[in-house]
C-alpha cells in the first residue's frame, strides 16, 4: 500500500479479478489538523457481499484481519463471524460512534469494522462529519471489499425473492404453469414491442417480464406434481437445472467456440447449429418440434424454412381462399429472407397510425 497520509480514504475494489487501491482526500476544501507526534492509526471499512458464501473472503481481507489490532461488528449474527473466529480473528461485538472509533486507532493501531449488510451509515457518516470539520486529526479510512458480487449476482436476489413470493403470496402460491402461459405470450409479445419501439428503459422492464416468467415457472416446477389435475405426474426440477441445461445446449452447440471445430461465417454457426440439434431431437421430420400454435404468419415462415434448410422440394397446396394467398405471401416472404409476421405488424402499426391521424388523435 502506499506511504499513509493524514485526512484522506483509501478505497480497494477489484476490477477484472485485480485488486487496486484508491485513495481520496477526506477533508478537502479544508485543512487538516497539525501533524503530532501521535500516529492517528488506521479505519478499514470491510464489505462482504451477502450473495458470496461466508468465509469465501479474498486474500488481501484475510491478510488485513490476521494483521489488525482490533476487529467490531455491530451484529452479532452476522454470517461472516463464525468464520473469523474458527481462523483465530477475535471479534468485538460493538456498536462504536465514529469519535470512539478514532480514539481506538490513536497510537497507530489499526481497527477493522465488519459492515452490516446495510452498510453502518451512522457510522460513516459521522466519520465523514469530522473528517469534513478539519478539526480533527483522521485516521487514514479505508473501504476494503472482502467478497463482491460477480455478474448476474442479483439474479441469486430475483430466486430468493420468487421463493418467498411463492410461499407467503395468496395469489402466487395457487398459480400454475398452465395458468401462467398466458402471461408469457403477453410478456413476449410486449418484449417485441419494446424491441421494435427502440425503448431501452422499455426494453429493460419488458426483459425483466420476461425472466421472472421463466424464474416463476421454475419455481413452480420444484414443487413437483401441482395440486391440480394439470400438472400431477411431473417430475420436480429447480431454476440451476432449467440453468443447467440451458449452458450444456450451448457449450454443445457451439463447437466453433468450446470445441475443436470452426466457423468463420454466420452460415456456418447455423450449420453447426442444425447438425448437433439434428443429433440431439432425433426427428423423423423437418417439421417435428415447430410448435402450430405460434401465429400463423410465423408458423408458415419457420416452415418455410426448415424446408429450405432441408432442400426440399415441396409444391405449395393449392386451394381457394385468403389463406392460400396469405401462405404464399408468406413463403415468398422468408425466401427473400423478409420475416412476413414483423413485415405486417410494420404495415399494421402505420395504418394504425393513419386511423389516429383521421381521429385526429392528439400524437398521431
Known sequence: MCPRAPGLWITRGAVGGVGYVRRVNATSGFETAPETETDPGRVVL??????????????????????????????????????????????????PTAEELIDACAGGRTVVVVTTGEGDPALTDGLARLAGSGRVRMPDLELLPASYDLPGARLLDLVQVMDRIRLECPWSSRQTHKGLAKYGIEEAYELVEAIEEGDR??????????????????????????????????????????????VTKLIHRHPHVF??????????????????????????????????????????????????????????PQGEGIGYELLELAVRAEAEGVDPEAALRVAARAYRDAVRVKEGVAGA
Do not use: M, N
Open 259 to 316: 470445441g475443436d471445430e470452426t466457423a468463420t461465417t454466420p452460415e456456418e454457426v447455423k450449420e453447426h447449429w442444425l447438425r448437433t440439434k439434428a443429433v440431439e431431437k432425433q426427428r423423423e421430420s423437418v417439421t417435428d418440434g415447430i410448435p402450430l400454435g405460434q401465429p400463423a404468419l410465423a408458423l408458415t415462415a419457420k416452415l418455410a424454412s426448415r424446408v429450405h434448410t432441408a432442400s426440399l422440394d415441396v409444391p405449395l
Open 201 to 246: 428503459d422499455e426494453l429493460r422492464e419488458e426483459l425483466g417480464d420476461v425472466l421472472l416468467q421463466v424464474v416463476f415457472h421454475a419455481r413452480i416446477a420444484e414443487e413437483g406434481s401441482g395440486e391440480g389435475d394439470e400438472e400431477d405426474g411431473t417430475a420436480a426440477f429447480s431454476i440451476d437445472d432449467v440453468a443447467a441445461g440451458i
Open 46 to 95: 470491510l464489505t462482504t457481499s451477502h450473495r458470496v458464501a461466508p468465509g469465501l473472503l479474498s486474500w488481501p481481507a484475510w491478510q488485513t484481519l490476521h494483521a489488525a489490532d482490533r476487529v467490531l461488528c455491530a451484529d452479532g449474527t452476522h454470517p461472516q463471524l463464525p468464520y473469523l473466529r474458527e481462523a483465530g480473528i477475535s471479534v468485538d461485538e460493538t456498536a
